[in-house]
């Protein structure tokens, strides 16, 4: 790994754990709340590419798990890594390399849509698909309640798919994709 790719795992790292400090919103329903930090994890991976955006979540989970408290709400530590929101965030390096696997292939003719399509895939739909039956299981509620209580996070996420496509479609000229498809 080349120090550059350190450097920009460490960055989105530290991104996502600015991200946790935006207050999470309690839905009452589910015990797992609404968080700016999927849009850190779909950035990552939309920006970074596969390795170095799984990278940089494996990263944040490590640190965490060290007690850094870098989740929504300032929790950090074990704790979290093994409640009702462990499906989510250990899904979340599992979700920014499939959507850098995506986002490589489709690179040369990105469009603001296919950015939407494959966070929409991999950001929203995949991350639900693994956090809301391990958060079933966890609480002990049917898995299919889980997914359907998970469809309350659909909204903002779509929201913060579009915003990463924005953004991406905006530095994409220095994203670490463009010099290895440039090399």
Same mark, same amino acid.
């Given at each position: 790994?080349?120090?550059? *790719?350190? &450097? ?37 991976? @939309? ?7 799984? +990278?940089?979540? &494996? ?13 929504? /709400?300032?929790?950090? /530590?074990?704790? $979290? ?18 959507? /850098?696997?995506?986002? *490589? ?17 991999? /950001?929203?739909?995949?991350? @639900?698909?693994?956090?809301? $039956? ?28 579009? +915003? ?10 220095? @994203?670490? +994709? *463009? ?5």
């Amino acid at each position: 790994m080349k120090t550059k *790719e350190m &450097v920009f795992a460490a960055l989105f790292a530290a991104l996502i754990g600015v991200l946790g400090m935006i207050p999470p919103i309690p839905l009452g329903f589910i015990p797992v709340p609404v968080t700016a930090q999927t849009l850190g994890v779909m950035l990552a991976g @939309s920006f970074l590419g596969k390795k170095t955006g799984a +990278i940089s979540l &494996v990263l944040f989970i490590v640190l965490v798990a060290l007690g850094l408290p870098l989740l929504s /709400g300032g929790r950090g /530590g074990l704790a $979290p890594l093994v409640g009702p929101s462990a499906g989510y965030i250990f899904s979340w390096p599992i979700a920014a390399f499939c959507i /850098g696997l995506a986002i *490589e292939k489709v690179w040369p003719t990105l469009k603001i849509w296919k950015v939407i399509v494959i966070n929409f895939i991999f /950001g929203i739909v995949l991350v @639900s698909l693994i956090g809301a $039956p391990v958060m079933a299981i966890i609480t002990n509620t049917s898995v299919w309640a889980g997914l359907v209580g998970a469809t309350a996070f659909l909204p903002g996420d779509l929201i913060k798919a579009i +915003i990463v496509a924005i953004i991406v479609m905006q530095i994409k000229a220095v @994203s670490p +994709i *463009e010099q290895k498809i440039n090399n």
